[in-house]
Nanobody
């Protein structure tokens, strides 16, 4: 069982930065792939970024590539999402997820956090 708690969301102006954190419970954190997804109002949840537990390989949606960076600290059971050059279209609730393998569809992830709101003002 894995429990996830996100933090770090907030209101930021266009071009600004935020860093999201996701703290995970459990002693096998390093075995899990970790992902970030987001859901804007009235839209479906979409993949943002993911990082493998075994080798740290990272994957990004085209819309955030070059602006967002996912990282993890296995000693702290925490995954991060550094978001730079934020745009109004990045406004959404951001969710952390965990699963043993990386799947780009949100339906393939078994563990989810409660979400944290990110709002980018123009």
């Amino acid at each position: 069982q894995v429990q996830l708690v996100e933090s770090g969301g907030g209101l930021v102006q266009t071009g600004g930065s935020l860093r999201l954190s996701c703290a995970a419970s459990g002693r096998t954190f390093s075995s899990y792939a970790m992902g970030w997804f987001r859901q804007a109002s009235g839209k479906e949840r979409e993949f943002v970024a993911a990082i493998r537990g075994t080798d740290g390989n990272t994957y990004y949606a085209d819309s955030v590539k070059g602006r967002f960076t996912i990282s993890r600290d296995n000693a702290k059971n925490t995954v991060y999402l550094q978001m730079n050059s934020l745009k109004p279209e990045d406004t959404a609730v951001y969710y952390c997820a965990a699963e043993l393998t990386i799947i780009f569809s949100p339906t393939g992830w078994g563990y989810w956090g409660q979400g944290t709101q990110v709002t980018v003002s123009s």
